[in-house]
Antibody, heavy 125, light 107 residues
Framework: QVQVVESGGGVVQPGGSLRLSCVTS??????????MHWVRQAPGKGLEWVTT????????RFADSVKGRFTITRDNSKNTVYLQLTSLRADDTAVYYC????????????????WGQGTLVTVSS | DIQMTQSPSSVSASVGDRVTITCRAS??????LAWYQQKPARAPKSLIY???KLESGVPSRFSGSASGTNFTLTITSLQPEDFATYYC?????????FGPGTKVDIK
C-alpha cells in the first residue's frame, strides 16, 4: 500500500513564502521511477492541477496561475518532493495535495493514482 | 485548454439506486479520462482510468464508458460509502484539467 504524506502547510501573509514537502512510502512503489504532481483545492471548490516534476527531476511543468512563483524539486534519495511557494496571494489559499503519476520510467501521463491527505495553505494578513 | 463540464452538479439518491454522472470535454479526445471520488475532508481517490479501467480494489458496481466527447460514470446499486463528490479529469492534452465535480448525497 503506497502512502503519500504532505507537510509544511500553514498561515502566511500575502507576499510570503512557504515550502511544502511530500514523502512516499510503502508497497513496491519506486519513487524514483514516477513523476510527481501537486494539485490544489481552494475551500469549497474543485481540483486544480498545479505542477509536475519528471521522475528524474529533469523537467517540470506549471499551471499558468503559479508559473514564476512556485518551484518544484525532488530528492529521490529521500522519496520526497518539494513545492516552494513564493509571492503568495490570497487566491493561493487551498489544500495542496501531492499525487503520484501512474506512468513508470517515462514522461508523466498526468493520471494521478495515489494521493496524499493534503496540507492546508492559508494566505492571509 | 480542454474544458471539462459535468452534469448534474449534484444528485440525491437512495441506497440501491443506479446513478449516472456525465462528463463532457470541450474538444475531441481519446480515452484518456479518469474519475476520482472525494469524501468530505478527505483526499481524492482514483476510481477509473482510461475511461473504463477500474483501479485495483474498486468495486465492480462502478463503471465508465464514453460516447464521443461524453464520458459517463455509472454506479449501480449505490452503497452508503458511495456518497461523495466525483470528479472527472482529462489527461489527453496538457494541461490536465478536472471537471467541477458532481456531489452524490442521500435523498
Amino acid at each position: 500500500q503506497v502512502q503519500v504524506v504532505e507537510s509544511g502547510g500553514g498561515v502566511v501573509q500575502p507576499g510570503g513564502s512557504l515550502r511544502l514537502s511530500c514523502v512516499t512510502s510503502g508497497g513496491s512503489f519506486a519513487f524514483s521511477s514516477h513523476a510527481m504532481h501537486w494539485v490544489r483545492q481552494a475551500p469549497g471548490k474543485g481540483l486544480e492541477w498545479v505542477t509536475t516534476i519528471w521522475h528524474d527531476g529533469s523537467d517540470q511543468r506549471f499551471a499558468d496561475s503559479v508559473k514564476g512563483r512556485f518551484t518544484i524539486t525532488r530528492d529521490n534519495s529521500k522519496n520526497t518532493v518539494y513545492l516552494q511557494l513564493t509571492s503568495l496571494r490570497a487566491d493561493d489559499t487551498a489544500v495542496y495535495y501531492c499525487a503520484t503519476d501512474w506512468q513508470h520510467q517515462a514522461a508523466p501521463i498526468y493520471y494521478l493514482n495515489y494521493w496524499g491527505q493534503g496540507t492546508l495553505v492559508t494566505v492571509s494578513s | 485548454d480542454i474544458q471539462m463540464t459535468q452534469s448534474p452538479s449534484s444528485v440525491s439518491a437512495s441506497v440501491g439506486d443506479r446513478v449516472t454522472i456525465t462528463c463532457r470535454a470541450s474538444q475531441g479526445m481519446n480515452s484518456w479520462l479518469a474519475w476520482y471520488q472525494q469524501k468530505p475532508a478527505r483526499a481524492p481517490k482514483s476510481l477509473i482510468y482510461d475511461t473504463s479501467k477500474l483501479e485495483s480494489g474498486v468495486p465492480s458496481r462502478f463503471s465508465g464508458s464514453a460516447s464521443g466527447t461524453n464520458f459517463t460514470l455509472t454506479i449501480t446499486s449505490l452503497q452508503p460509502e458511495d456518497f461523495a463528490t466525483y470528479y472527472c479529469q482529462q489527461y489527453y492534452r496538457f494541461p490536465p484539467t478536472f471537471g467541477p465535480g458532481t456531489k452524490v448525497d442521500i435523498k
